[in-house]
Every structure is written in C-alpha cells, then in structure tokens.
C-alpha cells in the first residue's frame, strides 16, 4: 500500500474514532508501520477529526523525525514500544473511550466472557499499571502482556489497541468499548451471565479456524484467563471489587 493511501487510512481512523466520541480535543494517537524501520504517526496538538496529509510525521524507530513539518505524538514511545516487541502489528490507536476508560479509572481488566464478538476477537483485556504518558512508564507497563493480548486498558488513562492495519486496530477499540458498555450495563441489572468455559473453547477453536491475524490469551489457557487477578491500586481481587461496584451502584440507584 502505498505512503499516501496509509495516511488516508490515519486520517480515517482519527475521524472514526473523535466522531465515535473515543477522543476528546486532540486527545488520542495513531500510527502505521511504513517499513521496517519508519512508522506514520499522528501530530501533537492537533484533533483527529480534523487532521490532513500534510500533518502526519514520519519517524524512524529512535522516534526522530525524518519528514513532516509537524511535532509527533507525545505517546511515541508507546507505540514505538509496541513496533519493536511485535514484527506483526502493523498499527496502533491509542484512545479515551468512555466506557473502556471507566473501567481503567475504577481499576477493572474486562476479564469475563459474556459475548461471543469479544471472545473471539480480543479475549479478555488486561489493565496495565499506570504510568505517566509521553514517559517509559507506560511502555513499560503493557510490554509484559503483548506476547498475548492485542488490546489493553491502560490504568487511569484509556486504551490501546493493535493490528494488522489501521482499520484493524480500530475495530478491536470498538469492540474493547462494545464490551465494556455492555458489561456495565448488564451489572446494572445484576450482574452479567458468563459463558461457561466449554463454550468459550469453542469460541477460540472458532477464532483459529478463521485465521485471525494478531494475539489472543484463550489460545494458551481459558481457564488461567478466568482466574480472580489482584488489583494494584486496592490489593483485593477483581471478582470482590466487581461486587463492591455494584452494590453500591443499585444502592444508588434504589435511593435515587
């Protein structure tokens, strides 16, 4: 594919993801592998619905800028990161989507299978630890869980997503957020329903016989996915915060 239609392709992505309400002012990067050694990547200070050809920088992978007349984002390294651990991601989209972002705030991975959609496509999504943006930290903090996740919630700050192209990445951010909405709303209304573990098997069997492209957890084990993970900022397991939220949130609800 051609450099020109690749930054058709960022622009798209950007529009996507501001129209969807994913980002807000000019919150929010995207990036393309151009080769083994540069990337296209969004600029800094600029809106991703309203970005043109000429705004999208080339970098090569040291994050020095080797055309364009436009900063790079400030979440570089982030994506730089990610280029030089996978050969096979090809994009990354960093974005604020609410309801995925709600659940990093309140310090939640999206952990249970309770759609076939985000099974077979991103399996259960980790939460990193924090980590200021623009720094090492963040890096840092998803590095440990690319070799078998392709979305992640990026603690107090949003979400990030991979793929084989721009679109690619996109519609795993979609459906992060599809899932996140989903899975809050069914919690509102008592909790949600899992599937059970012989189904997500067959769900993953599923997902292999389509020959996804990029990583996903359920192909080592469905049942270390489905174990209680502790949480860095509380030190209580997710199952029992989950509890916690939603007995507060009906008894909110109840009083209001």
């Given at each position: 594919m051609s450099e020109f239609q690749l930054k058709r392709d960022i622009i798209e992505v950007?529009?996507?993801i501001y129209n969807s309400g994913f980002v807000a002012a000019n919150?929010?990067?995207i990036s393309v592998r151009l080769s083994d050694k540069l990337i296209l990547t969004t600029p800094t200070g600029v809106s991703k619905g309203f970005m043109t050809p000429d705004?999208?920088?080339?970098?090569?992978?040291d994050g020095n800028v080797v055309s364009g007349s436009w900063r790079p984002s400030s979440e570089l390294k982030m994506h730089l990161a990610v280029y030089k651990a996978r050969e096979d991601v090809k994009s990354v989209v960093h974005a604020h989507p609410p309801y995925g972002t709600a659940f990093a705030v309140a310090g939640f991975a999206l952990e249970k299978p309770i759609m076939p959609e985000v099974v077979i496509n991103l399996g259960w999504v980790p939460l990193t630890q924090y980590g200021t943006p623009s720094t090492e930290e963040i890096p840092d903090a998803v590095l440990p869980y690319l070799p078998r996740h392709?979305?992640?919630?990026?603690?107090?700050?949003g979400a990030l997503t991979v793929g084989s192209d721009p679109y690619n990445a996109l519609f795993k951010m979609e459906t992060l957020e599809m899932g996140a909405k989903i899975?809050?709303?069914a919690r509102l209304l008592g909790g949600e329903k899992e599937i059970s573990p012989p189904d997500v098997d067959r769900l993953i069997d599923?997902?292999?016989s389509m020959n996804m492209p990029g990583m996903h957890p359920g192909l080592e084990s469905t049942a270390q996915n489905q174990a209680p993970v502790e949480n860095s900022v509380t030190g209580l397991d997710e199952k029992r915060l989950r509890e916690i939220v939603t007995n507060v949130v009906k008894e909110v609800i109840k009083n209001s």
């Open positions: 950007g529009r996507r919150d929010g990067n705004m999208i920088v080339t970098c090569d992978m392709d979305a992640f919630l990026l603690q107090n700050h899975s809050l709303l599923l997902r292999q």
